[in-house]
């Protein structure tokens, strides 16, 4: 499974998908700024924080690098959940979501 996610002050976008051992995974250019410790956030009402870069694997015969993951928290330990009712619907949000470029 993959998900768009975004990372960085210019909010660039990438695709996470599933590294094993419950870390994530992504590819993106060499000439994104980005650092170990920044967060990652995927679509959704305020974007979503998921997780942050633990570290960034940069071959220099490669024109992407590849970014580590660490979830938020994992999702296996959730014994309940609380979902709220926010008056937008999961494709309004994601629209929003995708037609922001910019943090809140």
Do not use: C, Y
């Not at 094993?20 to 924080?49: C, E, H, K, T, Y």
């Not at 570290?55 to 660490?70: A, F, G, N, Q, Y």
């Amino acid at each position: 499974m993959t998900i768009t996610g975004f990372v960085g002050k210019s909010n660039i976008s990438f695709l996470i998908t599933g590294a094993g051992a419950g870390a994530l995974q992504a590819s993106i250019a060499r000439s994104a700024n980005v650092a170990v410790g920044d967060i990652v956030f995927v679509p959704g009402p305020g974007m979503l924080p998921i997780g942050s870069i633990t570290r960034i694997d940069d071959d220099p015969s490669s024109p992407s690098m590849t970014l580590r993951i660490m979830p938020a928290l994992n999702l296996f330990s959730i014994s309940w959940v609380v979902v709220r009712e926010t008056g937008t619907t999961l494709f309004d949000a994601f629209l929003h979501a995708s037609s922001t470029s910019s943090l809140p």
